[in-house]
């Protein structure tokens, strides 16, 4: 039996503008002549594509090219603030993962991003993510008046925060690995596998006063220098066990609730893709061995997504 033929991808000039509703018929042909998927799932591919379309006028005016990781998650958002189900969500990215496929067989576009949000699916299980002005109030939640080394503590969650590393990297840190000139610091991860993390000037403000003041009262108390980077009141290197108590007792000061170190690990990524970081390089950053772990993020940081359903949405 001869198959139908597709219909071409259009080249008029309307397809130069790169409106993702140009090449919808044509995607649709293609999965009726070659896939042969049912004239209701077509029909469920056309409906998601369309709401696709729609929102995509209203509010950020991609074209296909510009249809990034950040684009797809703000849309994922919007259809979960319009109370539609995982499912519903899930089939409708999954379209969308189909019709970017096809773009990139016709050569419309060179790569996908939509291969790299995460599915609605992970949403149960993500993890906290604390706003910028809550993670501000808990670096300045260690005080002198109450706290036996505020400058140490403050430097910890300073530091936390600005490398996104975990609890065990931070507690491993040597003097050796830090480079406050040049604002970056060295960390080992998991297989020993070591990576350069940048320090935001918070952070290289927090840990030169550590250093130059509590950490050096420190050294001369006990005689003693093992080249740890944060030590206990003993003089040894702090446990990691150690940092944990901190920042729940510093959390509950600043009104964050129960937190652990890995809560600013989170915030950090998330903070980070609601920048417009590339994924690529926060999966580097957080030192994964696989880019989907690094996926969970593309949810993107729930307030910021709020904000702009506010701002957008005709009756926000």
Not at 207 to 219: A, H, P, S, Y
């Amino acid at each position: 039996m001869s198959r139908r033929k597709r219909p071409p991808v259009p080249s008029s000039p309307v397809a130069t503008s790169a409106d993702p509703a140009v090449y919808i018929p044509g995607f649709l042909a293609y999965l009726d002549a070659e896939c042969g998927l049912a004239a209701n799932t077509l029909a469920a591919y056309r409906r998601d594509l369309d709401r696709f379309v729609a929102w995509n006028r209203d509010t950020v005016k991609a074209s296909v090219h510009q249809v990034s990781v950040a684009v797809l998650t703000q849309f994922l958002e919007y259809q979960h603030a319009l109370n539609l189900s995982a499912p519903s969500i899930g089939r409708s990215l999954a379209a969308i993962r189909m019709y970017f496929l096809y773009l990139m067989l016709e050569g419309v576009v060179s790569e996908s991003a939509a291969d790299l949000v995460s599915s609605p699916k992970l949403w149960e299980r993500l993890p906290r993510v604390l706003s910028p002005e809550m993670v501000d109030a808990l670096l300045q939640s260690p005080l002198a008046s109450e706290d036996r080394y505020p400058n140490r503590d403050r430097a910890l969650l300073a530091l936390l925060y600005a490398t996104g590393c975990r609890v065990s990297e931070i507690a491993a840190l040597k003097l050796a690995d830090i480079n406050l000139t040049e604002g970056f610091c060295r960390c080992t991860g998991k297989g020993n596998k070591q990576r350069l993390v940048s320090l935001n000037p918070v952070a290289v403000q927090a840990v030169g006063k550590w250093l130059t003041g509590e950490r050096q009262d420190l050294i001369q108390r006990f005689g003693r220098d093992d080249g740890w980077l944060f030590l206990s009141r003993s003089g040894r290197r702090v446990a990691r066990e150690s940092i944990w108590s901190l920042i729940r007792r510093y959390a509950r000061r600043a009104g964050c609730g129960d937190i652990s170190p890995h809560t600013l690990r989170h915030s950090f990524a998330t903070h980070l893709l609601a920048g417009g970081a590339d994924i690529r390089a926060l999966q580097e950053m957080l030192g994964h061995a696989s880019i989907r772990t690094t996926q969970v993020y593309t949810h993107v940081e729930h307030s910021r997504l709020k904000a702009v359903h506010r701002k957008c949405h005709p009756r926000g």
